[in-house]
């Protein structure tokens, strides 16, 4: 790194082909590393917008219905994330969270709702397989309880289908 320079100014000198999505807007698509990237604007649990990466160079009618439900809809999959992210924060609790004794990152989840995950997780990533069906996709989440490896959901038929760690939300299996 440079004298006076940041961790994230260093990465973007170093790495410029991870912030390709930044100058383009859907429906208009940048390339990186073989993937077609963009800005997508989600406004769900504290976000601006996200970026929207398709692990292919093609794009497929699949992959417009599947986007532009996303965003029409996006204020629709809020209770379905918040819900089965606190059931995952809730089973992580259990098993170590709650040793940390912070209440302030890891509150306890028997005696607060399910509405404090909104405040804990925000989307990064929306990332599409090369081929899919529609309402196949995985969301990654920047998350105060999984900081190290972040928060994935994997979407079927536009319905969460599995939460874990970050690798959930970019996994997915190419039909």
Known sequence: MRTGETYEEWHRREFPSQYVWENYSYPEFGNSDDQLVCRLPIHIFGSND?????????FSQNHKTTIDYIVANQESFIKDIREQVFEYYTFLWNDYLNEFEDEIKYPNPQINKSTIIDGMIKP?????AGKIEEGY???CFRSTFEGDHGLGIEFR?????????????IRLHTD
């Open 50 to 58: 996200c970026q929207l990466t398709i692990d292919n160079l093609e």
């Open 124 to 128: 990064s990533q929306i990332y599409m």
């Open 137 to 139: 996709f995985g969301i």
């Open 157 to 169: 038929n536009y319905k969460v289908k599995n939460v874990g760690a970050g690798e959930f939300g």
